[in-house]
Nanobody, 124 residues
């Protein structure tokens, strides 16, 4: 079992920045690829970014590419999502997720564990 706790959400104006963090409970955190997903009201959960267990490979949704940066620190059991140049359409609940293995994956079905989510609101 892996417990994931997100933090860092909040309210920001368009063009601003936020940094989300996700802390994992398991000491074998480095055995998991990680992902960030988001869900806006009335919409399906969508992929944001994923990172391999080594941190060497990252993959981003086209909508956030060039604005968001996904990183991990296996010594601290944490992953971070730095979000810059935020837009109102980035408003959503953001979820951290973990999947067993090294491979990055861009669909929610591929993930085994989920955090509770953190709200990000971008005002225009």
């Amino acid at each position: 079992q892996v417990q994931l706790v997100e933090s860092g959400g909040g309210l920001v104006q368009a063009g601003g920045s936020l940094s989300l963090s996700c802390a994992a409970s398991r000491r074998t955190f480095s055995n998991y690829a990680m992902g960030w997903f988001r869900q806006a009201p009335g919409k399906e959960r969508e992929f944001v970014a994923t990172i391999s267990w080594s941190g060497e490979n990252t993959y981003y949704a086209d909508s956030v590419k060039g604005r968001f940066t996904f990183s991990r620190d296996n010594a601290k059991n944490t992953v971070d999502l730095q979000m810059n140049s935020l837009k109102p359409e980035d408003t959503a609940v953001y979820y951290c997720a973990a999947r067993v293995g090294n491979n990055t994956y861009a669909h929610p079905r591929g993930y085994d564990y989920w955090g509770q989510g953190t709200q990000v609101t971008v005002s225009s």
